[in-house]
């Protein structure tokens, strides 16, 4: 499988240097992180500016976390998005 952002959730397989979307807002409703392989591994999404959106540290092998994020406000990202750290696993971003 390959990342993939053409339906919703977007599919994240990789760290990227470029933006997954600039000049709309796009509200994250959940972020899924799955198949992590290890304790200590990193998962992060950022804006264009580098403000971290998302955040998180896996615990240990086959580590799964889903954030919902009932006041979307707060991540609304207008400049663009972009996974900076995907150290293993991938990614779901339910947006909306």
Not at 21 to 37: F, P
Not at 44 to 66: F, K, P, Q, T
Not at 73 to 94: D, E, K, N, Y
Request: charged letters at 15%; a negative charge.
């Amino acid at each position: 499988m390959a990342t993939s952002l053409l339906q919703n959730p977007w599919k994240i397989e990789s760290a990227t240097l470029f933006s997954l979307c600039t000049g709309m807002y796009v509200r994250i409703k959940q972020v899924r992180w799955e198949e992590a392989t290890t304790a200590g591994h990193v998962a992060e999404l950022v804006d264009d500016s580098s403000n971290i959106v998302w955040r998180s540290v896996a615990s240990g092998s086959n580590y799964v976390e889903s954030d919902l994020h009932h006041n979307e406000v707060h991540v609304a990202v207008p400049v663009g998005l972009r996974a900076s750290t995907l150290q293993s696993g991938r990614l779901f971003v339910t947006y909306g």
